[in-house]
Every structure is written in C-alpha cells, then in structure tokens.
C-alpha cells in the first residue's frame, strides 16, 4: 500500500507540466471573464498555460494547500493579514528579483510599495494590479435636482442636507451592511473613513497595529459621528431602519435610491458598486442616473485622505513562468485591459485616463491618483479575530447606538489578545 | 471543458488505473500464498487479519492518526509548545456568553432538540399519513426531492425565503410575505431578530433549524415509511376488528413496532445536529449569537489560524458526539438481533 502511495504522489509531481501557471483569486463569472481577457495578450504571446481556480473562500483555501505543501504558483489578494504570516513562514517568495523594481518605482506611488512589504525589510512580497477607491457618497442626480438638493462640499454641508432631506419626510441615507460570511464589512467602513478623514493618518495607523485602544477619544468618536448619520433613536436617518441596514446584501443598497419616488438619497460605497446598479437595472447610465462625490473632509488638517483596498498578487512557488506573469500583471498594458472593461481602477501612473469607460470612472482614476494620503482598508490589515469583532462591533452598534461603550470595551478585550496570538 | 490537464497527467493517470489493481491483486494473491504455506491450524488465525488489513490501515491513516494527533494539538499553541489546559480554558472561559458557549449551546439545545424533534415528527406524520392515500409515490418524491440540493444551494434559497422589506413595502421573501398577508404582524427579520432575548435567540435559531429541517424531513420519512411497510396488515386489521380506533392503532400497535427505527433515525439525527455547518455557514456565518461548533472550528482554523484552538473545539464536539455514537450503534445491533 505505502508504495502505491508513494508512486501516486511521484507521479503527480513529476507532472507539474513546466509551462503552467497555477492561479488562484476570487474572480467567477463577469469578473473571471475580464481577467481571463487581461492575460489573454501574455497568454497567447509567450505560450504560457494558465490553470485558473476561483473561490471566494480564498484564505481558506490557501492556508490549507499552503500547509499541504501544493500551494499555487501565484495567487490574487489574500487577505494582507494572511500574507504577513505566510511571509514570517518564509511560505511566500520576495518578488525583488522577480519584477522590474526600477519600473515600479517610477510607476507606482511609494504607499503602494510600502505595502507590498508587510515586513518592512526591503523585501517586496506582494504587487498590485487593480484598486478600489472607498468613501464615494452615490446619488441619483435628478432626484438631487428634483429636489434641489445641492452636492455637499464640506461636513457641514453634509448634514446640513442630511437635515433638509429628513425635514421633507423622506430618509437620507440607504445602507445595507450584510454580506454572507462578511457581515458588517461594509459599515466597518464608515469607521475606517471617519476615523481616517477626523483623526488623520497616524492614529489610523496606531488603530491597525492595535496599539490605539477602541475606548480611546478618537475611535469613540468616529463611531459617534457615523451615530450621526444614522441618526437619531438608533436609525432614523436611514431607509428601512437597523433591520434593513443590518438584514439587506450591501449589493442590493442602491434599489430604494431608484425607487420613484427615491426612499432615500445618498449611500455610502467603494468605487465597484455600479456594477451592483447597472445589473439590477441595465437602463441605469453613469453621471446622468447616479453619480458620487467623495465623503467631505472632516478634518481640514487632513483634507484628501481616502480609503482604498486593491487586489494584490503573491508569488508561492518560484517558477520562470509565473515570474513572468506577475510581472507582466504590474505593466499599464495589463491593467488597461480590465480598466477598459469597467469597474477597477488602476494604480499604475502610466495607465492613460483615456483608458476610463465612462467620465466616473474617469473622476475617480484622478481622485485615486490625487489623494494626499492613501490608507488601506483598516480592517482587512487587522489580526482576523480582531476583524470579525469589529464586524460584529458595527453590526451591534448599528442595531443599538446606546451600547457604545460595552461594544468598544469588548473590542479592546479582544484587541489585548489578537495581536499576541495570531 | 478542457480536458488537457488529464492528459498532462497520463503517468499518474496509469498509476492509478494500472497500478493500484495490480498492487491489490499482488497483495491478495501474495498474501493467500503465505497464508497456504502456514500450518493448517494457524490458518483461520491468520487469514481474517490479511483481508481486513487493507481496510484497517486506511481507518488508521485516515480516522485514528488524525485523531490522535488533534488530541495532541489540543494542548499545544500554534509553535507546537504544551500549553496543558490552556485552550480548553479559553474556549470554556466566561460562562455563558464568552469562548466556545454560544455555540454549544446552539448545538446542544437548540439544534440537537428542535432539529431532531422536527424531523422525526414530521417524517413520522409523513410516513403514516401518506400511507393512506393514493398519491403516496408522487408526494413522497416531493417531500424527499430538497434531499437531492447541496445544503448550500439550500442555505441560499432560504435565504430568499426569509428576505426582509420595511413594513409597507412589498415583501419578498415568502415567509414575511406569508407573515404579513396572514398574520397582519409587521415583517419580521429572521436571521438577525434574537427574540426573545440577546442571551436565548430562540427565532434566528429556529429559522436556521427551520431550513435545515426541511431539507432533511425526506430523509426520515423514506427510513420511517419503509419500516410502516414492514409491518404486516393482519395485524393491524386484528386491531381494528378488536374496536380500536385510528389513533389507538397507531398508538399502540404501528409505533411500537416502529419504535427501533424511529430511535435508529433519531440518534443518526442527533449525530447530524451536532455536526451542523452548512447552513449556518451560508446563512449566518455564525453572526447574531448562532454559532455552532463545527463553524467555530472552521473559523479558528482557517481564519484565525488558531490550531490549538481549532483542535480543541475538535474535541468538545467529539466528545459531546460519541455517547450519541455508542448509543447509536448498541441500538443498530439490536435492530440487527430482532431480524
């Protein structure tokens, strides 16, 4: 028996076939054809194979083909969290030799390549392809018309329209913050924002190391203001309630805004969400149907911070071919193909604005390559208990605003242990 | 499809089709050879062990090792150090809301008494009353069809069903459509509303259960129908001729004699409640004070990368599994006897 064993796994792996690139994201359908279509170029011009797996249960997924020793040769955004300890493993392989650093240099800003080192010492472990930009505000700009509503430049303005939408009887603001396996990312958002844009970089910082407390002034009160927002008696300011925030996908978000007459006026989403619009009404067109302006500056000081998340690529197992193919993911060529298709911007200084599908996605590539200070998605770069506790924080709190200060002493209780024992 | 991978994997395509009946064949024929050779007395002794080998060694490899060693990481940390009682400390800490609680409870309350009574009831009522009618084929087919979805597909379309809308609006879910058209009772959000009390959530367990159940009922109530057939008619028709009644009969002479198989599909229904996952997984993802215990361990796992945490949640649940284990395969011995 143990030599049948023995011959079967031989024999897988002298089959490793030496052209194929083994990839693993969480791109299916729509997405996975986009993709399929940004490496068809390098594809088709090197003669390189590429065996695609999608799952949304990437983390999963990797950690366990990682720990069985047949990991892929490159896989798309696992979480950052879950990369720092594959680097600390030694599971994933510096990419210093392996992409043009000079070229990235010129072409990416320095935040991105600080990213790329979780470990900050020089070694590069991750690169990215393709961003999404948080803290758009989404709106439908007849209805704002109709009612003559003007786009909010300032906090101020913000709720001062907040308080002249509620006064005409109708709720501001649509939220839905469920996500199957993910709930209350998208309300941890507003948090990230807040605290980003109110309390400025480095205590944003402080927040993802876990060394500043949730109890601490600073997060209090960026849960306070997105109170606020949700206004007052828990949710008034918001269509449906707590039970439609906390029971609805964040995909569904927009349907009550389209409504006519609009439910609500505004929501709260990163740069991916009309593609949410458009396929639940297909007649829903960019600038004319809905349009975004950027969550105002809370904090003069820190004026143009914003939020991002970007899908990053790791290399597991040091092969000519996928050496390659990563870096040929980092060129403006690659990045243009998808950014042509709709729905990703692209990181990437040579990627021409030309390349834009439409005028919105045109603004945001040049708010994304305005931004004064660019922070990646807090909560993503958390321990993961820690990050399913702030998700649990958002869902709690926006259920019942009053148990504030029971839900951050809990997340400090759960911030004492996380940091030590992942 | 692109059926290129298997040929780039012809050699262990071969292995597997060539190779692994050789070796088996090479193992019995060899091993009979030995055997043949042995003094006739010796033989009977022998020979048992030979053919259950193979199979002794896969449960060793596959059931027993891996047992073995999660028993072990249970008291280690993730650098493989002892750490004694430490993680068990951690997952039964802060009694009743902290650590691993929520979930046992979940799993031995409300999903080992709710999921289990459900089914077996309505699987019983099913047999029985299908039995009378004509029509029992067709509509036993129905009952039993959720059987054939994956339990994420049926995670899924419950969460259809259970589909919230403010109050005034159109409901889309069917169960808030059914409790608003009928019941005049606003919309409710089953699998987030704890009624009722944060600290007993009965309802979004219930809703959790509710989904579980109707994908399982069909199951029971095949075993359950094909256990009524087997009981002979003269003896029910002797009942009735006796002046019982419909319900005496059942009472007294069709449940009885079920008895061993309802108590069989009862503990491999129990066995199935505290191994409860995939709805909990798609519907939830343990949120809202539903955690169970193999989704707890999921998450320790491949989240947070807690091994010792994992292994030992592992353990809890085996060790709440086993009497249920035990019990379960006493009763199928004396199912087995009475033949």
Partial sequence: MAVMFAAVACGTGSTQNAGTVHVIAQWSGAE??????????????????????????????????????????????????????????????????????????????????????????????????????????????????????????????????????????????????????????????????????????????????????????????????????????????????????????????????????????????????????????????????????????INSQFAGAHVVAADSWSMFKDTPQARKMIQYLTTADAQTIWVKLGGKLSPNKQTSLDAYPDPLAKEEAQLLAGTQIAKYDATDNMPVAMKDAAWQAVLAYAGNQSKLDSILANLDKVQATAYTSS | MDFSVLLQDIPTLLVVIIGVPAILAAYIIGGEYLVRRLPDKNRPQVRPWLWVGPALFLVAAYLLLPAIFTIKQSFENNAGDWVGFNNFANQLGDFPNGGAWIAIRNNVIFWLIFYTLFTLVFGLALAVLFDRVRYEQVVKSLIFMPMAISSVALGLIWDFMYQYQPPGQAQTGTMNALVTTFLHHDPVTWLQDQWPAEGFNVLNNLALIGAATWGITGFAMVILSAALKGIPGELLEAARVDGAGELTVFRRVILPLMMPTVVVVGTTLVIFALKAFDVVYVMTSGGYNTDVLAFRMYKLLYSSYNLGGASSVAIILLIAVVPVLIFNLRQFRAVEARR
């Avoid at chain 1, 800003?109 to 392809?129: C, N, R, T």
């Avoid at chain 1, 906090?155 to 913050?177: E, R, V």
């Avoid at chain 1, 600073?218 to 309630?241: H, R």
């Avoid at chain 1, 996908?249 to 969400?273: D, E, R, S």
């Fill in chain 1, 32 to 297: 996975q054809a986009h993709f399929m279509a940004v490496m068809k170029p390098f594809l088709d011009s090197t003669g390189i194979k590429m065996a695609y797996t999608a799952t949304r249960d990437e983390d999963a997924i990797l950690r366990s083909n990682v720990a069985a020793g047949n990991p892929p040769d490159l896989a798309a955004a696992p979480s950052p969290q879950l990369l720092t300890q594959f680097a600390q493993q030694g599971k994933v392989i510096a990419l210093n030799s392996a992409v043009d650093m000079g070229a990235l240099q010129n072409n990416y800003a320095k935040s991105w390549i600080d990213l790329g080192e979780p470990l900050h010492d020089g070694k590069l472990y991750q690169v990215f392809s393709w961003a999404d930009l948080k803290g758009l505000i989404w709106y439908d700009p007849a209805s704002f018309q109709a009612k003559g509503y003007n786009v909010p430049k300032s906090w101020d303005d913000l709720m001062n329209l907040q308080t002249q939408i509620k006064s005409t009887g109708t709720t501001p603001w649509c939220m839905a913050i469920a996500s199957t396996g993910a709930d209350g990312w998208p309300g941890s958002d507003w948090i990230k924002e807040i605290v980003l844009s109110q309390s400025g970089p480095t205590v944003y910082d402080n927040w993802v190391a876990g060394k500043q407390k949730w109890t601490s002034p600073e997060i209090k009160l960026a849960f306070q203001t997105w109170g606020q927002i949700l206004g007052p008696g828990d949710d008034s300011n918001v269509y449906g309630g707590s039970k439609t925030i906390l029971s609805t996908q964040f995909g569904a978000v927009g349907t009550p805004m389209f409504a006519k007459p609009p439910k609500c006026y505004m929501l709260n989403q990163a740069t991916f969400i009309p593609s949410f619009f458009t396929s639940a009404d297909p007649t829903l067109k960019p600038v004319t149907d809905f349009n975004f302006f950027p969550l105002p500056d």
